[in-house]
T-cell receptor, first 112, second 114 residues
């Protein structure tokens, strides 16, 4: 079985400060990891993914994520947060099969 | 940019009624999915569909649920006899290939069962 844990229900950060949204995963075999963002009353938008190669992957809107195999983590980061980054963020994993399993989501709130 | 479209955006129904949610996936995609989200919380997998058959389904996807790709473009989710607990946002998604490709999601269909 594959699973994702997002230990923080909410993350608060001041605009201009770096942000981190945490994610750990469990999967059989090689992990394929994804981050999605959801704005209120909208669908999920793809941000970035890790398949193989460089552990630091860059995605949309200045976000990046670091894959750490030994810690089974895939934390989402951004060097300088914007108020417009405030949204619900989901980490997801698959072991290569059809099914993508999502975490419970982390609400990011960026304040002025 | 190609997108996944879903209709209706919101449906209100009485308990016990049948509901059909419709989706038009991105045209060259091969894998299709339904997920649901209750009260803006966890996104739960319902079913995946490939090559005109269900490839995987969750425990939620019981005999009351069915999916169909009737005409090569639409992908539908039917709930035969709705329950109060079926109230949720239902998301359709599609993917070009299996495994490593990202899912593209529609904007969702909000189902309210009274």
């Amino acid at each position: 079985a594959q699973s994702v844990a997002q230990p923080e229900d909410q993350v608060n950060v001041a605009e201009g400060n770096p942000l981190t949204v945490k994610c750990t995963y469990s999967v059989s075999g090689n992990p394929y990891l994804f981050w999605y963002v959801q704005y209120p009353n909208r669908g999920l938008q793809f941000l970035l993914k890790y398949i193989t190669g460089d552990n630091l992957v860059k995605g949309s809107y200045g976000f990046e994520a670091e894959f750490n195999k030994s810690q089974t983590s895939f934390h989402l980061k951004k060097p300088s947060a914007l108020v417009s980054d405030s949204a619900l963020y989901f980490c997801a994993v698959t072991g290569g099969g059809n099914k993508l399993t999502f975490g419970t989501g982390t609400q990011l709130k960026v304040e002025l | 940019e190609p997108e996944v479209t879903q209709t209706p955006s919101h449906q209100v129904t009485q308990m016990g009624q049948e509901v059909i949610l419709r989706c038009v996936p991105i045209s060259n995609h091969l894998y299709f999915y339904w997920y649901r989200q209750i009260l803006g919380q966890k996104v739960e997998f319902l079913v995946s569909f490939y090559n005109n058959e269900i490839s995987e389904k969750s425990e939620i996807f019981d005999d009351q649920f069915s999916v169909e790709r009737p005409d090569g473009s639409n992908f539908t989710l039917k709930i035969r006899s709705t329950k109060l607990e079926d109230s949720a946002m239902y998301f359709c998604a599609s993917r070009l290939g299996g495994g490593t490709g990202e899912l593209f999601f529609g904007e969702g269909s909000r189902l309210t069962v009274l």
